[in-house]
Each structure stands twice: as C-alpha cells, then as structure tokens.
C-alpha cells in the first residue's frame, strides 16, 4: 500500500508529463512558418497614404482597407481590387478624370492594372511566387533572390543562368513562365 507521499508524488508526475505534452503540442504550432511581410508603398487617393507592412499573398483590398479605404474622388474602376500584393510595390489609387495611358507613365504616375501575362517576374517576385515556377523549390528561389540583391535587377530573362543551380536545361524549362521587366 502506498503513503499519501508517494501517491501524492505519482499524482504530481502524472500532472507534469501532460503538462509536457501540452507544452510540446505548443511548440510544434510555434515552428510553423509564419507568413512572410512585405512592404507595400500605397500613394493616390486613399485617406491615409504611406508604406503598410502586409502579410504575403494579401490583396490589394486590404491595404486599402488598412490605410482608411479610398476616398470619395478615387476611381476605383480602374483598380483592381483583388489583384495580390507583391514586396516593394507601388500601388497609385488614380482619382476620377485623371489622365491615363501614356500621359500618366510621362508624368511619373503608377498605374496598378498592368496587364497580368501570367508570367512571373523575376525582378519583383517573392520566394513563395518563384516556387510556383517549376523545378524552383527553396534553395532555389533564395538564391535568385540572393542574386537580384546582390547584383541588382535582371535586365533579361536570359540573365537567370548566372544564379548558381540554374543552367540551360532548367533555363529552358522556366523561358515561357518568366519576364525581367
């Protein structure tokens, strides 16, 4: 027959090792991957203009949303609002009767609805869009993300081949699936 001591102590080691488990459960949920910030610039007609630091793959509605929506001369047809957020954009909100095309480039405006070929570009893109290409997994996507940091922006998709790991045949494979402008 056990003393209440050592009952007592079972009972204590019975509560600490699920309280262990517990723990562990916690820490398993902490090493999860964290979405990824970006930083995104928005500019126009918006309440509150200015850098917003959003999770990767938000969407355009939600830094508005987080600067104070648009404002009441915003032509918000001209916005595409679910467009996704990419890390150092500029998003320019252009207000209704504003010029467009050509007079807008030269006068140094941003237009956000740039026309989406579907392909990635390698000079914006971030490590989880570069995975998206095929054959780019991590190591890859960091280091031609490494390389447009160090070296600066590519000027031609051709210029991929200089990142260490990428060579004609995986060139070949990523040409239709990337642009450098």
Not at 57 to 74: H, M, P
């Amino acid at each position: 027959m056990k003393s209440h001591n050592q009952a007592k102590s079972d009972t204590d080691w019975l509560f600490l090792t699920e309280s262990k488990d517990i723990e562990s459960s916690f820490e398993d949920e902490d090493a999860q991957i964290l979405p990824q910030e970006i930083v995104v610039d928005l500019k126009g007609a918006v309440n509150m203009p200015g850098i917003y630091l959003m999770s990767d793959g938000g969407r355009v509605y939600e830094v508005i949303e987080k600067a104070g929506g648009l404002r009441e001369d915003a032509d918000e047809q001209r916005v595409n609002l679910a467009a996704l957020l990419k890390d150092e954009m500029v998003l320019y909100i252009p207000t209704e009767g504003e010029m467009e095309g050509e007079e807008a480039i030269a006068a140094g405006i941003f237009e956000l609805n740039e026309r989406d070929d579907g392909k990635v570009n390698i000079n914006t893109a971030t490590e989880s869009e570069l995975q998206q290409l095929s054959g780019v997994g991590p190591a890859k996507a960091g280091q031609i993300i490494q390389y447009r940091e160090q070296n600066g922006p590519f000027e031609k998709i051709e210029d991929l081949k200089k990142v260490s790991g990428i060579g004609e045949k995986s060139f070949e494979q990523l040409r239709e699936s990337i642009k450098a402008q």
